[in-house]
């Protein structure tokens, strides 16, 4: 099997190397990639965003599944393209995309399929945003209704910040506030039916102890020792399924990735959001454990025939992903710093390095991003991951480097942030 993956991050870069492990991937392909992904995949310049050049891209190389990583192409309808030119797409359609394209799509279509989750409040005006607020309680929860790369969400008990917000961003999606704490479930979905990989919480606020703004992630642990085990079970059939039922109801057969970010609350999992890929670090301890393997699988989800294939399986133990960020990360990144140690770092038993923002200038590896890398581990439990994970984290560095100290630690399955909700300032920052 010749597979394309389609992106530059370190999702990207864990998809590639999981799919490298199937003995049935016998091509791999990955554009416009970055260093990491170099390594296991012959890479190709093209703009992920470009559904033709996507497609063309494809049909040149004669591959048999492309892989996108990220939401903006398939919004764009990357997937579209690819489907068109004959070529199986592992990724929604751009109808489908809606999903996480459109945050009040989302709650339209759960509330369509009686998904659980809060209460919400689409708005134009300020009055509206003001009488949505009223309604909801702090703490308050505005979103931008547009894609906004995780950042497009404010969480504050201050009012005033609320309303800039919504003001900022013209029409958004005002919620009740969701105690618990997060959890991140994939479906890997072909339209009609689904199976779960193993759930995975990540830490999404930039300093330890859930404090500061906002990120893509600044880590992440796989599995959840402490979550129920029939969650899976649980929100395949109150979330995942009925998703699936309502959006092949309206024509637009999801396939892809259905990321369900929960909060686990004391009525039951809600559901936070849907993303329409695997989530990003929360997918890389995941992927780290999958023993079945994984061209497989997306293949046939691509294909529509989900049940040829069975259900993913995973090795015991555990495994922890900590991100190393630049400096001025969340609201600013910075390039070009030399980053070393990343060999020795990925040379440890049971470690690997995973690229998200970097480059190669004059061979020499530097800083390329927000999220620079992530230094992955598996070990026999989380404590056992995790302490492999910081202590090949400790070999890497590079000006400026910023990284949590506590993800993985325990307590476990706390609520992050809950009680320090900080002001938050939406940036452009990379993701
Ligand atoms: P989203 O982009 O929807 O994932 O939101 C980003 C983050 O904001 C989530 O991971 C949560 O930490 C927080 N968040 C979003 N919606 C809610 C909610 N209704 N209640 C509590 N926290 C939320
Ligand atoms: N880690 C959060 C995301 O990928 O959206």
């Known amino acids: 099997m010749r597979v394309l993956v389609i992106g530059t991050g370190?999702?990207?870069?864990?998809?590639?190397?999981?799919?490298?492990?199937?003995?049935?991937?016998?091509?791999?392909?990955?554009?416009?990639?970055?260093?990491?992904?170099?390594?296991?995949?012959?890479?190709?310049?093209?703009?992920?965003?470009?559904?033709?050049?996507?497609?063309?891209?494809?049909?040149?190389?004669?591959?048999?599944?492309?892989?996108?990583?990220?939401?903006?192409?398939?919004?764009?309808?990357?997937?579209?393209?690819?489907?068109?030119?004959?070529?199986?797409?592992?990724?929604?359609?751009?109808?489908?995309?809606?999903?996480?394209?459109?945050?009040?799509?989302?709650?339209?279509?759960?509330?369509?399929?009686?998904?659980?989750?809060?209460?919400?409040?689409?708005?134009?005006?300020?009055?509206?945003?003001?009488?949505?607020?009223?309604?909801?309680?702090?703490?308050?929860?505005?979103?931008?209704?547009?894609?906004?790369?995780?950042?497009?969400?404010?969480?504050?008990?201050?009012?005033?910040?609320?309303?800039?917000?919504?003001?900022?961003?013209?029409?958004?999606?005002?919620?009740?506030?969701?105690?618990?704490?997060?959890?991140?479930?994939?479906?890997?979905?072909?339209?009609?039916?689904?199976?779960?990989?193993?759930?995975?919480?990540?830490?999404?606020?930039?300093?330890?102890?859930?404090r500061g703004p906002n990120t893509g992630g600044m880590g992440s642990y796989s599995p959840l020792p402490w979550a129920p085990p029939d969650l899976a079970a649980t929100v395949m059939a109150t979330v995942v399924q009925p998703t699936l039922d309502e959006m092949a109801r309206r024509g637009a057969h999801f396939r892809g990735c259905l990321y369900v970010g929960l909060a686990l609350t004391d009525d039951g999992p809600r559901v936070i959001e849907f993303n329409v890929r695997f989530g990003d670090p929360d997918v890389q301890p995941v992927l780290a454990l999958l023993d079945s393997p994984l061209g497989e699988l997306l293949l046939a989800a691509a294909e529509g025939r989900l049940g040829d294939v069975p259900p993913p399986t995973f090795r015991a133990g555990a495994a922890v992903t900590v991100v190393l960020a630049s400096a001025g990360y969340p609201e600013s990144s910075s390039k070009g710093d030399v980053i070393t140690g990343v060999t020795e770092a990925g040379a440890r038993d049971g470690v690997d390095v995973v690229h998200a923002g970097t480059a190669l200038v004059e061979d020499r590896l530097v800083t390329a991003g927000g999220r620079v890398l992530a230094v992955r581990a598996v070990g026999a439990d989380v404590a056992d991951a995790r302490s492999r994970a910081y202590a090949a984290a400790d070999l890497v560095s590079f000006p400026g480097l910023q990284r949590r100290s506590d993800i993985a630690a325990e307590p476990l399955g706390v609520v992050e942030g809950a009680s320090v909700l900080t002001p938050h300032h939406p940036s452009s920052g990379d993701l």
């Open 10 to 210: 370190g999702r990207e870069h864990a998809l590639a190397l999981a799919l490298a492990r199937d003995p049935e991937v016998t091509e791999l392909h990955a554009a416009p990639g970055n260093p990491g992904l170099a390594d296991v995949a012959t890479l190709h310049d093209v703009d992920p965003g470009d559904p033709a050049g996507v497609a063309a891209l494809a049909t040149r190389l004669g591959v048999d599944l492309v892989v996108v990583g990220a939401e903006a192409p398939l919004v764009a309808g990357v997937a579209d393209a690819v489907v068109g030119a004959g070529i199986a797409c592992f990724g929604p359609s751009r109808a489908a995309a809606r999903l996480e394209g459109s945050k009040a799509f989302s709650k339209e279509v759960m509330a369509a399929a009686g998904v659980p989750t809060a209460r919400s409040w689409v708005c134009t005006t300020p009055t509206e945003v003001a009488e949505a607020l009223a309604a909801a309680g702090s703490p308050y929860v505005v979103k931008d209704d547009a894609l906004a790369a995780g950042k497009g969400v404010v969480v504050t008990t201050d009012r005033d910040e609320a309303l800039a917000h919504a003001a900022a961003c013209g029409r958004v999606v005002v919620e009740e506030f969701l105690d618990g704490p997060e959890v991140s479930l994939f479906a890997v979905c072909d339209g009609t039916t689904a199976y779960p990989l193993q759930p995975a919480q990540d830490f999404k606020r930039i300093f330890d102890g859930g």
